[in-house]
């Protein structure tokens, strides 16, 4: 089954402690990108992965990091967390074959940042 | 730059209704559009898009929406709504210029469907 999977679902964490949230895609997908969905501002990029080891800058870049070592695998990083960082976050894959390509979105991971 | 208006942030329907949700979007090249919905803590699910093949555009579950370019719509509709229909869904314009496929998201239209 075509899928983008995350990790973990939810975490509850405090301020300053280092932590991943894993992503998956078994699509052999080019194009991979990480969203946060915050009420009243919809959701907004935070990186984006046009291929291996090309990563680049979203709209909210800022206390975030990403890493992409092989095609299927885009984690997001916080090292420093802070409460501002409690959100929904969203990681989607898509094709880069033609345009209108839809993206594919994981279930979502949850964090809240204490 | 691209944007993506959602004309209203709630619709209330009675099951078996007519649901329409309002999507206005502003961009600088031909768009790419789409429709996606969010189940309580679901996550984003791809109902239908645009691919400027025809303007109306059927997807998933019964719903429609029509490319109106004169009038910068992309509005979503279903003839009769279904108590399973009740989420948040969102219009979606992807940015298209340069390499990043990034997506403007609308806020939202919470639908909810009444007995």
């Known amino acids: 089954e075509a899928q983008v999977t995350q990790n973990p679902r939810y975490l509850i964490t405090v301020t300053g402690k280092k932590l991943t949230v894993t992503c998956s895609q078994n699509?052999?997908?080019?194009?991979m990108s990480w969203y946060r969905q915050d009420p009243g501002l919809g959701l907004r990029q935070i990186y984006y992965?046009?291929?291996?080891?090309?990563?680049d800058k979203g709209d909210v870049p800022e206390g975030y990091k990403v890493s992409r070592k092989e095609k299927r695998n885009f984690p997001l990083i916080l090292e420093s967390p802070s409460p501002n960082q409690t959100s929904l976050y969203f990681c989607a894959s898509s094709s880069l074959d033609r345009s209108n390509q839809p993206q594919h979105f994981g279930d979502g991971t949850r964090l809240s940042i204490l | 730059a691209q944007s993506v208006t959602q004309l209203d942030s709630h619709v209330s329907v009675s099951e078996g209704t007519p649901v329409l949700l309002r999507c206005n979007y502003s961009s600088s090249y031909s768009p790419s559009l789409f429709w996606y919905v969010q189940h309580p803590n679901k996550g984003l699910q791809l109902l239908l898009k645009y691919t400027s093949a025809a303007t109306l555009v059927k997807g998933i579950n019964g719903f429609e929406a029509e490319f109106k370019k004169s009038e910068t719509s992309f509005h979503l509709t279903k003839p009769s709504a279904h108590m399973s229909d009740a989420a948040e869904y969102f219009c979606v314009v992807s940015d298209n210029a340069g390499n990043n496929r990034k997506l403007i998201w609308g806020l939202g239209t919470s639908l909810a469907v009444n007995p």
């Open positions: 992965s046009m291929n291996v080891e090309v990563t």
């Open positions: 699509m052999n997908h080019e194009y």
